[in-house]
């Protein structure tokens, strides 16, 4: 079974452009996180969708953060504009159905300067 | 808020020993808690989860559950320097898929 699929692995920009990340789930999985992990920390949730659906979305900024999941499979998470505390990596996740633990892709490694 | 609370560490053992990690959290309606491992600069990868009905034991892992103290704890035996990396714990609130992790702890396992 292929994993957990992001890119790009590392990404720099400057404050205030944007940037974008996208993840592909393992195939089947309905429910798909976007976490954020700063260093020193735990992941925090920003979004959960179940299909192409948005479970919860109440700590993603959206004023700068949005995230889509198109039918229900690949999704992309949009900072704009980004901000120097932006800096960590974003950790996509995704769960079938009856499983329990998540099965996390490698990550993206954001750096704003 | 739902809150996890582990003890950053690092907590440094020696290898063969008995390793240690704790952890506490706010929502008593958390009904299932997973441990995950995170080696320096890679993504978190499950170890093991166990529901809140008892405890549970795989290889060297073992998870335990205190419900009335809202404490979890994972004790790895026979510690090898390869269990050295950040574990972070992560309840499941009730009817919820979302897992709220921790801070992690930081383990090394000394040759």
């Known amino acids: 079974e292929a994993g957990v699929a992001q890119s790009p692995r590392y990404k720099i920009i400057e404050k205030r452009q944007s940037v974008a990340f996208w993840c592909n789930p393992i195939?089947?999985?309905?429910?798909l996180y976007w976490y954020q992990q700063i260093l020193g920390q735990g992941p925090k949730l920003l979004i959960q969708?179940?299909?192409?659906?948005?479970?919860?979305d109440s700590q993603l900024p959206k004023d700068r953060f949005s995230a889509e999941r198109l039918k229900g499979v690949d999704s992309t998470l949009k900072i704009q504009p980004a901000k120097l505390e932006d800096s960590a990596v974003y950790l996509c996740?995704?769960?079938?159905?009856?499983?329990?633990?998540?099965?996390f892709g490698s990550g993206t490694r954001l750096t704003v300067v | 808020q739902k809150e996890v609370e582990q003890n950053s560490g690092p907590l440094s053992v020696p290898e063969g020993a008995i390793a240690s990690l704790n952890c506490t959290y706010s929502?008593?309606?958390?009904?299932?808690f997973f441990w995950y491992r995170q080696y320096s600069g890679k993504s978190p990868e499950l170890i093991m989860f166990?529901?809140?009905?008892g405890d549970k034991e795989d290889g060297r892992f073992t998870a335990q559950l205190n419900k009335a103290s809202q404490y979890v704890s994972l004790l790895i035996r026979d510690s090898q320097p390869s269990d050295s990396a950040t574990y972070l714990c992560?309840?499941?609130?009730?009817?919820?898929?979302?897992?709220?992790f921790g801070k992690g702890t930081k383990l090394s396992v000394i040759p």
């Open positions: 996740a995704s769960l079938s159905e009856g499983s329990y633990g998540y099965t």
């Open positions: 166990i529901y809140s009905n």
């Open positions: 195939s089947g999985h309905a429910t």
């Open positions: 992560a309840p499941r609130g009730a009817g919820s898929y979302q897992l709220t």
């Open positions: 929502d008593r309606g958390s009904q299932s």
């Open positions: 969708f179940q299909n192409n659906g948005v479970v919860d």
